[in-house]
């Protein structure tokens, strides 16, 4: 039997002999089998439908010529295997606005991924946030292209950084959850180069090395199965050579999926299989095909496998480990946004008793029960975090559910702070009761039914409110004329019309991860002051954000939303993209802008003025020339974060590389520099400096 397995230190010219003799050598069902996942299903049946309770086979491997597969885990709130460290979620760490840390948590992935004998990670979820009514917002960044591409960037450099290779998803257009294995966005070529795929390609260009398709389709064809997708804008505009591979089970409809681009299909060949091996000797598809898939699976496979790893060892005393638990820590502190506070915040020690309210207070709520669920080895609530600062006696909990417990606790507390939002039974991942009604009859007979149906869980929202209930516990605390304190629990932008009045301060923690309590307390009583940006737009009214529908099968996207389309039709927002307070206070002055090479630098002093050592965000926005009708006022286009002292200044540098400011000329199909007169400003809307 040869022996074609992978061998550290071999070079791109041995990989690719290598890769050779395994295509001559491999009989064509062989190579098709490389091209899909296998076992999925008895393996989710034997572990009684949890997720993640093993590594996943995810394409590549062929026994006889000792080929080895690839194991796919999910994320990205970390691990989905195991017991592993749970980050924060996605988008509390797109408010940090952090790329550093972003890198360093993508690092421990890379880390928990092999010391659990994964070497594929899906944690690189980068789908704009259209609407923050999206089920799934929690998994991303935030609502602003090159935001996302700059966190995705450094979460997929981060991860291979360990040898596992990243995968970014889902490509293209996924922004609704409920419908997304049949809706059809309809979109112009323009909007989706401009707004909907440039991130992808800055994580691509990162060397993230593989993609997921996404479920739904564009322009009349799924993802899994679009040409236009998969080779002409992935592989021939942007030179992409990894491998692309479905989202699970419904991510490819027919065969021709591999002439169009997917190289494999997850997590079974339901699809793939015996039909495309049909396909092939019926010549209804050409052998290059496979050839050709099996290559760039093969080729990235094999130069993961063969490089030098960082450590000598992964061993599984490293999976949440005390540095890493230490880092989501620091995440969850980073993470946070002060979007109101009249002074009553940082509490004093001192304060007296504390009411602690709302049944989230006291619930282990780090995000939804899909595939990025992670089953960390504990999680630090609200409760537990503020009883471990101030100890037990001087907190009050009542959950809401008894009005006179919570009239006793509000009445015993010299201050309140009401824990409200949302969890994974309202926003996430869409977990039908019954998947089989939405296949196709294709796979309907692959899928295990024995379980019944169950109720759903989770999708995109119904409302962007708080629940009721979860209003009148606000009320019943400012009805005592105490300090009132909202902690707002969710995966993106919540109203805060009905209640805000009378509060003294709102925090929103998003889903904060396993040391999310303990950040909070730190947070509340000032031993770490809030620094987070928020990375999408909060609307005084619903209306104001485009059409959402979550029971859509077809929409259409234009490139108007968040920031953007408030600004373009002049709606003043409750909270701005970038709003975001701190207990210290900044000033920016010098602002300047000069040309280096191909890149515009940005150049401004920052001086923190008030009295508390903290970090600022510094955004800087473009601004375009073009005509009204279609040029946002401003894009960002770089951003960076700055420790500072009281009553120091530096001076901050972001640089802005040109080829981010052009334009996509749809009939052409080329992108070009649009003439006339560029601005540049920094901070958020409410303090923009222009230049």
């Not at 296998?38 to 000792?66: H, M, S, T, V």
């Not at 190289?263 to 495309?276: A, K, R, S």
């Not at 951003?639 to 000329?665: H, N, S």
Request: aromatic letters at 8%; hydrophobic letters at 40%.
């Amino acid at each position: 039997m040869s022996d074609l397995s992978p061998r550290s230190g071999m070079s791109a010219a041995e990989i690719d002999d290598v890769v050779d003799r395994i295509i001559e050598q491999a009989t064509l069902t062989e190579k098709v089998a490389m091209m899909s996942g296998k076992g999925f299903l008895a393996q989710i049946r034997e572990d009684d439908g949890q997720w993640g309770k093993r590594p996943y086979r995810a394409g590549a491997g062929l026994d006889r010529l000792n080929v080895p597969y690839l194991w796919f885990t999910d994320g990205p709130r970390g691990v989905a295997r195991g017991q592993s460290t749970c980050f924060p979620c996605s988008m509390s760490r797109g408010a940090s606005f952090d790329i550093d840390l972003e890198r360093r948590i993508g690092e421990v992935m890379g880390i928990e991924a092999r010391a659990q004998d994964c070497n594929l990670s899906g944690a690189v979820c980068i789908n704009l946030l259209r609407h923050p009514a999206w089920g799934r917002a929690q998994e991303t960044y935030g609502e602003d292209p090159h935001h996302l591409g700059e966190m995705g960037a450094a979460l997929a450099g981060g991860i291979q950084t360990h040898n596992v290779i990243a995968t970014v998803k889902h490509f293209a257009l996924n922004s609704v959850e409920n419908t997304r294995f049949t809706i059809d966005v309809a979109i112009d070529d323009a909007v989706l180069h401009e707004v909907y795929l440039p991130h992808f390609r800055r994580v691509l260009d990162e060397g993230c090395a593989s993609v997921m398709s996404a479920y739904n389709k564009i322009n009349g064809e799924y993802c899994g199965q679009n040409r236009k997708l998969l080779t002409n804008i992935l592989r021939h505009d942007w030179s992409f050579d990894g491998f692309v591979h479905s989202d699970w089970l419904l991510g490819v409809y027919k065969p021709y999926g591999a002439s169009a681009g997917l190289d494999i299909e997850n997590p079974e060949p339901l699809v793939y299989g015996e039909n495309l091996v049909k396909a092939v000797e019926g010549g209804l598809i050409e052998p290059y095909v496979i050839d050709t898939a099996c290559r760039r699976i093969l080729r990235t496979l094999y130069r993961f496998a063969a490089a030098e790893d960082p450590l000598a060892e992964y061993t599984i005393e490293l999976v949440a480990c005390e540095n890493h638990r230490a880092l989501a820590l620091e995440a969850a502190e980073k993470g946070a946004v002060l979007l109101e506070n009249d002074g009553v915040l940082p509490l004093s020690i001192d304060i007296g008793k504390l009411a602690v309210i709302g049944a989230l207070a006291d619930k282990e709520n780090t995000g939804d029960f899909g595939s990025s669920r992670v089953n960390a080895p504990y999680v630090v609530t609200p409760l537990e975090g503020l009883m471990r600062l101030l100890g037990e006696d001087r907190i009050v909990h009542a959950d809401g559910s008894s009005q006179s417990h919570l009239a006793d606790a509000v009445e015993a507390a010299d201050t309140i702070v009401a824990v409200v939002g949302y969890t994974a039974d309202d926003e996430g991942e869409y977990i039908p009761g019954d998947l089989v009604p939405q296949m196709p009859e294709t796979v309907k007979e692959a899928i295990p039914q024995e379980n019944g149906e169950r109720d759903p869980r989770g999708g995109d929202r119904s409302s962007l409110v708080l629940p009721q209930d979860q209003v009148e516990l606000i009320e019943a605390a400012k009805e005592s004329g105490k300090p009132v304190i909202v902690v707002v629990v969710a995966g993106s932008a919540v109203m805060v019309e009905e209640w805000r009045d009378g509060t003294n301060a709102i925090l929103q923690t998003f889903y904060s991860g396993m040391e999310g309590g303990t950040a909070l307390a730190r947070l509340l009583f000032g031993e770490v002051s809030p620094s987070a940006k928020l990375p999408f737009t909060v609307a005084r009214n619903a209306e104001d954000y485009p059409f959402f529908d979550r029971t859509a099968t077809a929409i259409t996207y234009d490139r108007w939303h968040g920031y953007t389309k408030f600004e373009h039709e002049e709606i003043q927002p409750r909270y701005a993209f970038g709003h975001g307070l701190s207990y210290t206070s900044f000033a920016y002055r010098a602002l300047r802008a000069r040309e280096v090479n191909d890149t515009i630098e940005i150049e401004v002093s920052v001086a923190n003025t008030g009295d508390r050592a903290s970090e600022e965000v510094v955004l800087a926005f473009a601004h375009l020339p073009g005509p009204k009708e279609d040029t946002p006022l401003r894009l960002l286009k770089g951003f960076t974060r700055v420790a500072i002292e009281p009553g120091q200044a530096r001076p901050v540098t972001i640089p802005i590389a040109k080829d981010t400011l052009r334009r996509y000329d749809a009939k052409r199909r080329e992108w070009y520099m649009p003439k006339g007169q560029y601005t540049f400003s920094v901070g958020d809307r409410s303090a923009s400096v222009e230049l």
